[in-house]
Antibody, heavy 120, light 110 residues
Framework: QVQLQQSGPGLVKPSQTLSLTCAIS??????????WNWIRQSPSRGLEWLGR?????????DYAVSVKSRITINPDTSKNQFSLQLKSVIPEDTAVYYC??????????WGRGTLVTVSS | QSVLTQPPSASGTPGQRVTISCSGS????????VYWYQQLPGTAPKLLIY???QRPSGVPDRFSGSKSGTSASLAISGLRSEDEADYYC???????????FGGGTELTVL
């Protein structure tokens, strides 16, 4: 049974970097059929896809235009996990952040979510 | 403003049939599969329908999906109180190179 376990701080100060990690069990971050996504949800923006990382013959990333200048998603093969870094956060980045597996071409498994509040 | 358009709310009485619509464009629904997610209060979204009309194992056949052109719909028959949740449609967008979502429909069972 595949599980995604999220970790990271729930409070980040404005202008700082939001960092979250998603540990994978029952699957591999290096899977050639999967992609590993970050999605956030807030009352004002709804569900918003942020980006993904995936391995085929090499590692690749896709990022949403809205956060492209501030986001990095990295795999960690030694720990079988992937991470999200969002720089220069503002209060509008306050949201529940989900890590999500994409397999078979669709988003099939969601982590439990982490509420991240951006506030001083 | 979500890329896909859903009604904000829907309702029905137990046993009724309810449909939820989702409207997009040629770059998303028109050219790709549609997916539906159910989100119960305080939980993560859960895949309900994939590839327009397929149900993952464990999803009751009371839930069905369909797609026509740039629109899709989710139907729930034999409505039950436990179906009260938010429902979201989603598709890949070839122009944005991104997953896009509807704004969600809050379903109330009266």
């Amino acid at each position: 049974q595949v599980q995604l376990q999220q970790s990271g701080p729930g409070l980040v100060k404005p202008s700082q970097t939001l960092s979250l990690t998603c540990a994978i069990s029952g699957d591999s971050v290096s899977s050639k059929s999967a992609a590993w996504n970050w999605i956030r949800q807030s009352p004002s923006r709804g569900l918003e896809w942020l980006g993904r990382t995936y391995y085929r013959s090499k590692w690749s990333n896709d990022y949403a235009v809205s956060v492209k200048s501030r986001i990095t998603i990295n795999p960690d093969t030694s720990k079988n996990q992937f991470s999200l870094q969002l720089k220069s956060v503002i209060p509008e980045d306050t949201a529940v952040y989900y890590c999500v597996r994409q397999d078979g071409g669709f988003l099939d498994l969601w982590g439990r979510g982490t509420l991240v509040t951006v506030s001083s | 403003q979500s890329v896909l358009t859903q009604p904000p709310s829907a309702s029905g009485t137990p046993g009724q049939r309810v449909t939820i619509s989702c409207s997009g464009s040629s770059s998303n629904i028109g050219n790709n599969y549609v997916y539906w997610y159910q989100q119960l209060p305080g939980t993560a979204p859960k895949l309900l329908i994939y590839k327009n009309n397929q149900r993952p194992s464990g999803v009751p056949d009371r839930f069905s999906g369909s797609k026509s052109g740039t629109s899709a719909s989710l139907a729930i028959s034999g409505l039950r109180s436990e179906d009260e949740a938010d429902y979201y449609c989603s598709a890949w967008d070839d122009s944005l190179i991104a997953w896009v979502f509807g704004g969600g429909t809050e379903l109330t069972v009266l």
